[in-house]
T-cell receptor
Framework: EAGVAQSPRYKIIEKRQSVAFWCNPISGHATLYWYQQILGQGPKLLIQFQNNGVVDDSQLPKDRFSAERLKGVDSTLKIQPAKLEDSAVYLCASSLEGWASDEQYFGPGTRLTVT | TQLLEQSPQFLSIQEGENLTVYCNSSSVFSSLQWYRQEPGEGPVLLVTVVTGGEVKKLKRLTFQFGDARKDSSLHITAAQPGDTGLYLC?????????????FGKGTLLTVNP
């Protein structure tokens, strides 16, 4: 079974530039998550999709971050414009149904550096 | 705001030693998970606990869920270098959302050969 795929693995941009990350979840998983993990901290949920609808985006900085899940499968997360404090690893995860007790399968993450 | 605290934040031990890491909250969990994250990778689920007082074993790892479901511990016996990683607990609070999982900051474990 293929795991969660993410690209790119690394990205370096200057502040005020824009960037986009892509995620392909495990086939058949209804729920897709985007997390931000700052160095030394645990993952922080940015947005959770159930199929192609948003379940929770309460911690997504909506003035600069946006996300979509096309046709309930792949997803993209965009930052525009980027700030220095956005430097972090962006993790995508998927789960079968989306209950908090479900196992979440994580991709390898995209390491973003904003200079 | 419900907080999930992990301790210690850092732990460096020699191969063969035992260790315990903790996860605590002032609120009751409906379920709690432990994940391990290696450098450059995403977290991988180790265990899910849902019943107060529950104990689960995974080879040399023993997980306990407190009777009141407010705390959990992870004990590793005879640690090996391959156990090195960031250990994260993640919980959903009773009476809260059934779908929202909150992660702690993690315990960074280094096992030296």
């Amino acid at each position: 079974e293929a795991g969660v795929a993410q690209s790119p693995r690394y990205k370096i941009i200057e502040k005020r530039q824009s960037v986009a990350f892509w995620c392909n979840p495990i086939s058949g998983h209804a729920t897709l998550y985007w997390y931000q993990q700052i160095l030394g901290q645990g993952p922080k949920l940015l947005i959770q999709f159930q199929n192609n609808g948003v379940v929770d985006d309460s911690q997504l900085p909506k003035d600069r971050f946006s996300a979509e899940r096309l046709k309930g499968v792949d997803s993209t997360l965009k930052i525009q414009p980027a700030k220095l404090e956005d430097s972090a690893v962006y993790l995508c995860a998927s789960s079968l149904e989306g209950w908090a007790s479900d196992e979440q399968y994580f991709g390898p993450g995209t390491r973003l550096t904003v200079t | 705001t419900q907080l999930l605290e992990q301790s210690p934040q850092f732990l460096s031990i020699q191969e063969g030693e035992n260790l315990t890491v903790y996860c605590n909250s002032s609120s009751v969990f409906s379920s709690l998970q432990w994940y391990r994250q290696e450098p450059g990778e995403g977290p991988v689920l180790l265990v899910t606990v849902v019943t107060g007082g529950e104990v689960k074993k995974l080879k040399r790892l023993t997980f306990q869920f407190g009777d009141a479901r407010k705390d959990s511990s992870l004990h590793i016996t005879a640690a090996q270098p391959g156990d090195t990683g960031l250990y994260l607990c993640a919980g959903a609070w009773s009476g809260g959302s059934n779908y929202k999982l909150t992660f702690g900051k993690g315990t960074l474990l280094t096992v030296n050969p």
